[in-house]
């Protein structure tokens, strides 16, 4: 599932992934890793980010959001981000999106010839080997195809409700209730 979207269910009332989007960065059969795609972080900038790391931003660079990525590791940050920006500490997810937790990307960035779109995000979620898809098994998450709208498009508060109507469902007609044949 490397590559592809995890939309919570709407019985999953866990305060860290209730309403999430997670676009899955790693699935083996080791385990897991992904960012939550739709939680902004409304006291952190990515001025501040910068500061921290000592680089002045460029007056033309993104000042792109700084979003919550999981419970796991909250003081690390990652930027997901389109394959036109690689370094070699770069990890391809799939053809269009990679990872990179570096501060060169933070850098390039805020120098304005960073990656065309991306997304920063401080910590992850990461599941043990199995877990995830017992939780998947257990009705918690649907998947979707990921796309660059979803991944970066600018309306975090609206991406839960995208990815549920990607799958052309309706919220309301979804039950918690897991059913197996």
């Not at 992934?17 to 897991?32: D, K, M, N, Q, W």
């Not at 960012?35 to 931003?57: A, K, M, S, W």
């Not at 939780?135 to 709208?149: P, R």
Request: aromatic fraction near 8%; hydrophobic fraction near 45%.
């Amino acid at each position: 599932m490397t590559g592809q979207c995890l939309v919570a269910m709407p019985g999953l009332i866990d305060s860290h992934f209730s309403r999430t989007v997670i676009y899955l960065c790693a699935h083996t059969a080791e385990g897991a890793m992904g960012l939550v795609i739709n939680r902004p972080i409304v006291q952190v900038t990515f001025n501040d980010v910068l500061e921290q790391i000592g680089v002045e931003p460029n007056p033309d660079c993104d000042d792109i959001r700084v979003h919550f990525g999981g419970p796991v590791e909250t003081g690390r940050g990652f930027v997901l981000h389109t394959t036109d920006f690689r370094q070699p500490a770069t990890m391809a997810v799939d053809d269009a999106i990679a990872l990179t937790a570096t501060t060169d990307v933070l850098k390039a960035i805020a120098g304005g010839y960073g990656p065309r779109a991306s997304l920063l995000v401080l910590g992850y979620a990461g599941w043990n080997a199995g877990q995830l898809d017992a939780e998947i098994k257990d009705n918690a998450w649907l998947t979707v195809d990921a796309d660059e709208d979803l991944l970066f498009g600018p309306y975090a508060e609206h991406k839960w409700e995208q990815a549920i109507h990607k799958l052309g469902i309706d919220p309301a007609m979804l039950s918690d209730a897991a059913g197996h044949a």
